[in-house]
């Protein structure tokens, strides 16, 4: 009998995780055109749509940190049985919500299921997959992962409009119901470092992060001057504070306070926050804006939305490439100035009567400017790091970029309404054109940022990395 000198390739436990991830990134874009139908539907402000994007995204952010840690403690395998247990429950609550408030209670636990599930699949893929072959498995695991940002929106308005918008929900519990068994039977139980959770942290992160949201987001109604908005920001800006202060003292913290010390980290990390501010906060208001301003329907508004969101499939691994050769530098800088060009351009052209010709152009620019980021900025993070914290590097990166989404689409949201809304196209138009050239600024700040950030890629042993969040940077966007 003969036997291979190389193990095999474990294809059904990468298609496994790869799902996994693909399930959580749809929810990230998926939702944007739905939000007329769900207004519709259920009522409801502008406040209380941003609410239905930012309590995925805020959960997310928050947990994600935790989601490894979790892991390594408590086993891998049951972690993500429990993180996928959630995502399904709470995709089969939004879809049975009768009100705003129940929908984005669900999203929240979306954002929770999703934080945890997400790490995990590329601790149990490095687990499994032999050293030699991991680089095809990781180029799988985020291949998928990145179709689910890119078709995001297509599917989310094929579904409104051929079904219902509870359908972009309900699309998750079929295969959720199919991978859980079929995890628990083929993934196999791991664990890692059983440090304790930084529970304090958590829950400074958790009740900051929101304080400070929920002040910006009320600010569209009460205004900045309310009681109601001040101490919200008062109290969110104090806990952060505490959080920051608590991290720097904790023997086990979430967010390891020294890796600022690096400035090309510290710089990595600006220019993500930037992007994710700029691009989520313009896409949350231009996916609505072919709906309500060019009374279109879901699937056609979802639809051209793709030369903005397909470009990162098509670039990403074009831009990975360069990147080796010249490093993550040029690439980053030259992408957020495209995305930031793209956005200005965008907010000149934008009319309720607008020719869709006249809009492709910019969205190709922020395309490819996004997948400029999306490919090199993993590198450019563990680059910046001793190989030994490339996983909480990246899990860090990943938490602050989702809080920039989350306070990108806060900001711009309330911009949006101070100058437009939804009350007829021209000022929906108003809104949009007001907001974007601030998300426009964001990016062009990240862009001289980049400038400090790392000109290297690093070394394959650290990108390999196996304690659960290496390479989680690049999972949701490229």
Same mark, same amino acid.
């Given at each position: 009998?003969?036997? +291979?000198?190389?193990?095999?390739?474990?294809?059904?436990?990468?298609?496994?995780?790869?799902?996994?991830?693909? *399930?959580?990134?749809?929810?990230?874009?998926?939702? #944007?055109?739905?939000?007329?139908?769900?207004?519709?539907?259920?009522?409801?402000?502008?406040?209380?749509?941003?609410?239905?994007?930012?309590?995925?995204?805020?959960?997310?952010?928050?947990? &994600?940190?935790?989601?490894?840690?979790?892991?390594?403690?408590?086993?891998? /395998?049951?972690?993500?049985?429990?993180?996928?247990?959630?995502?399904?429950?709470?995709?089969?609550?939004?879809?049975?919500?009768?009100?705003?408030?129940?929908?984005?209670?669900?999203?929240?636990? @979306?954002?929770?299921?999703?934080?945890?599930?997400?790490?995990?699949?590329?601790?149990?893929?490095?687990?499994?997959?032999? @050293?030699? /072959?991991?680089?095809?498995?990781?180029?799988?695991?985020?291949?998928?992962?990145?179709?689910?940002?890119?078709?995001?929106?297509?599917?989310?308005?094929?579904?409104?409009?051929? &079904?219902?918008?509870?359908?972009?929900?309900?699309?998750?519990?079929?295969?959720?119901?199919?991978?859980?068994?079929?995890?628990?039977?083929?993934?196999?139980?791991?664990?890692?470092?059983?440090?304790?959770?930084?529970?304090?942290? &958590?829950?400074?992160? $958790?009740?900051?992060?929101?304080?400070?949201?929920?002040?910006?987001?009320?600010?569209? %109604?009460?205004?900045?001057?309310?009681?109601?908005?001040?101490?919200?920001?008062?109290?969110? %800006?104090? !806990?952060? $504070?505490?959080?920051?202060?608590?991290?720097?003292?904790?023997?086990?913290?979430?967010?390891? *306070? /020294?890796?600022?010390?690096?400035?090309?980290?510290?710089?990595?990390?600006?220019? +993500?926050?930037?992007?994710?501010?700029?691009?989520?906060?313009?896409?949350?208001?231009? +996916?609505?804006?072919?709906?309500?301003?060019?009374?279109?329907?879901?699937?056609?508004?979802?639809?051209?939305?793709?030369?903005?969101?397909?470009?990162?499939?098509?670039?990403?691994?074009?831009?990975?490439?360069?990147?080796?050769?010249?490093?993550a530098r040029p690439l980053l800088v030259t992408g957020m100035a495209l995305q930031s060009i793209a956005l200005f351009w965008?907010?000149?052209?934008?009319?309720?009567? %607008?020719?869709?010709?006249? *809009?492709?152009?910019?969205?190709?620019?922020?395309? %490819?400017?996004?997948?400029?980021?999306?490919?090199?900025?993993?590198?450019?993070?563990?680059?910046?790091?001793?190989?030994?914290?490339?996983? /909480?590097?990246?899990?860090?990166?990943?938490?602050?970029?989702?809080? #920039?989404?989350?306070?990108?689409?806060?900001?711009?949201?309330?911009?949006?309404?101070?100058?437009?809304?939804?009350?007829?196209?021209?000022?929906?138009?108003?809104?949009?054109?007001?907001?974007?050239?601030?998300?426009?600024?964001? !990016?062009?700040? #990240?862009?001289?940022?980049?400038?400090?950030?790392?000109?290297?890629?690093?070394?394959?042993?650290?990108?390999?990395?196996?304690?659960?969040?290496?390479?989680?940077?690049?999972?949701?966007?490229?």
């Open positions: 009998m003969s036997t +291979s000198s190389s193990p095999a390739f474990p294809l059904r436990v990468v298609v496994i995780v790869a799902l996994a991830v693909f *399930m959580t990134s749809l929810d990230n874009l998926v939702v #944007g055109v739905a939000l007329p139908s769900i207004q519709s539907d259920l009522g409801g402000s502008l406040e209380s749509l941003e609410w239905t994007v930012n309590g995925y995204t805020l959960a997310f952010a928050v947990f &994600l940190l935790t989601g490894a840690a979790l892991g390594d403690r408590f086993g891998r /395998k049951r972690m993500f049985l429990v993180g996928l247990t959630i995502f399904t429950l709470s995709s089969a609550l939004a879809a049975l919500s009768t009100s705003i408030d129940v929908l984005v209670a669900a999203r929240a636990l @979306q954002g929770l299921g999703a934080a945890i599930v997400t790490p995990l699949t590329l601790t149990i893929l490095a687990d499994a997959v032999p @050293q030699e /072959k991991r680089g095809l498995a990781i180029g799988i695991w985020g291949g998928i992962g990145g179709l689910g940002v890119a078709v995001g929106p297509a599917v989310g308005g094929a579904v409104v409009e051929g &079904l219902h918008w509870a359908w972009i929900f309900w699309l998750n519990v079929p295969v959720g119901l199919i991978l859980l068994p079929v995890a628990y039977r083929h993934l196999r139980e791991s664990h890692g470092d059983r440090s304790p959770i930084d529970r304090p942290g &958590l829950l400074l992160a $958790t009740v900051g992060l929101f304080s400070v949201t929920f002040g910006i987001v009320r600010s569209q %109604v009460l205004g900045w001057g309310s009681t109601t908005v001040v101490a919200s920001l008062a109290v969110g %800006v104090a !806990l952060l $504070t505490g959080f920051v202060l608590w991290e720097l003292r904790a023997r086990a913290p979430m967010l390891p *306070m /020294k890796l600022f010390r690096s400035i090309p980290f510290a710089a990595t990390n600006g220019l +993500s926050f930037a992007m994710f501010f700029g691009m989520f906060g313009s896409i949350f208001l231009l +996916s609505q804006f072919f709906q309500v301003a060019q009374q279109m329907g879901p699937l056609e508004a979802g639809l051209r939305t793709l030369p903005w969101t397909a470009m990162p499939v098509l670039v990403a691994p074009i831009a990975g490439i360069l990147s080796d050769r010249i490093g965008l907010s000149r052209v934008s009319t309720p009567t %607008v020719p869709y010709g006249e *809009m492709i152009a910019p969205f190709v620019l922020a395309g %490819v400017g996004t997948a400029l980021v999306f490919a090199p900025v993993a590198g450019a993070v563990l680059a910046s790091v001793p190989a030994a914290m490339a996983g /909480k590097a990246s899990g860090t990166t990943n938490a602050i970029r989702e809080a #920039g989404g989350v306070f990108g689409v806060a900001i711009l949201a309330t911009i949006f309404s101070a100058h437009g809304g939804h009350g007829d196209p021209q000022a929906f138009t108003d809104g949009l054109v007001a907001a974007l050239p601030v998300g426009a600024a964001m !990016l062009a700040v #990240g862009a001289v940022v980049g400038l400090l950030a790392p000109g290297r890629r690093p070394a394959p042993s650290a990108v390999a990395s196996d304690d659960g969040v290496g390479l989680a940077v690049a999972a949701e966007g490229a």
